[in-house]
């Protein structure tokens, strides 16, 4: 098996980490574009590690434009196994507070203007989509978080929305009354789909920001108060990746068999399979297409 290396894709507010040895901003060419910006690389505490500012430094890409296939192409091409993903998410649980981690465990998807997947015709797959996180990677992810002081709780279902406006209150309250929606963020999807369709064990960490607009003691989301917990947030979030790096060795086989996930998903015949497509999949599948 190979050895286990961290892949961390920061969200709003997290644009670098500290206390990397041997660190580097390296560029990464993919087949599907450039990234959202260079990986930082290095070690942590010997262990390899890379991280990715979604959005890109200096906040750049809107979550429908970020490059989401050349992000997780990146990582996977990089050498990483488990990517885990620390997002800002509005909470629709009372109990779900501002400050508080979800290590969510179910995902909605909403958007509709992104591409989802890195098959299509000439090389048709698919994967399952059931048990969208790894159970394995999501318990030490909690734990790192509790760590460094959280409170965190364990499960939730996180709604992708297209944004980048925030919802509506009739929306907020439906997906909150009608649909069981837990948190609410506008770029786990199509993210979770490709980690899965690459391979790759995916967690969220989901950063409760905010009420989104149901909670008549909150009043509407308010971007403002976002970046007040974000920023107070912080230190949270990047003692819980150091936590992570060092608990992560000591995950095994999980339940969702994130790392097989291909093994019988590929449907076009060997022989009407589209070589340009295969090429570009060389990274994502190409245990599978060797
Ligand atoms: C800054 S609030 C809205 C913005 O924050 C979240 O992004 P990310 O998941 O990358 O932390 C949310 O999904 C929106 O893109
Ligand atoms: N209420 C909200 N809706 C969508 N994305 C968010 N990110 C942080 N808070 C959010």
Sequence with gaps: MAEAMLAVIGGSGLYGIDGLEEARWQEVDTPWGAPSDAVLTGRFEGRPIAFLPRHGRG????????????????????????????????????????????????????????????????????????????????????????????????????????????????????????????????????????????????????????????????????IKVIGQVLRANGDHARTTVANLARLLPRAGACKAGCDHALDHAIMTAPERRDPALLARLDAVAGRVLR
């Excluded at 990677?137 to 002081?149: E, P, S």
């Excluded at 929306?171 to 789909?193: C, F, H, L, Q």
């Design 59 to 222: 906040h750049v890409h809107a979550p429908t434009d970020i490059p989401y296939r050349a992000n997780i192409d990146a990582l996977k091409r990089l050498g990483a196994t488990h990517v885990v993903s620390l997002s800002a998410c509005g909470s629709f649980r009372e109990e779900m507070a501002p400050g508080d981690f979800v290590l969510v465990d179910q995902f909605i998807d909403r958007t509709v203007n992104r591409e989802k997947s890195f098959f299509s015709s000439g090389c048709v797959a698919h994967v399952s989509m059931a048990h969208p996180v790894c159970d394995v990677l999501a318990v030490l992810a909690a734990q790192a978080a509790r760590q460094a002081g959280v409170t965190v709780h364990e499960g939730g279902t996180y709604l992708a929305m297209e944004g980048p406006q925030f919802s509506s209150l009739a929306e907020s309250r439906m997906y909150r009354e009608s649909w069981g929606a837990d948190v609410i963020g506008m770029t786990n999807m199509p993210e979770a789909k490709l980690a899965r369709e690459a391979e790759l064990h995916y967690a969220t960490v989901a950063m409760v920001t905010d009420y989104d607009s149901w909670h008549p003691d909150h009043g509407a989301v308010d």
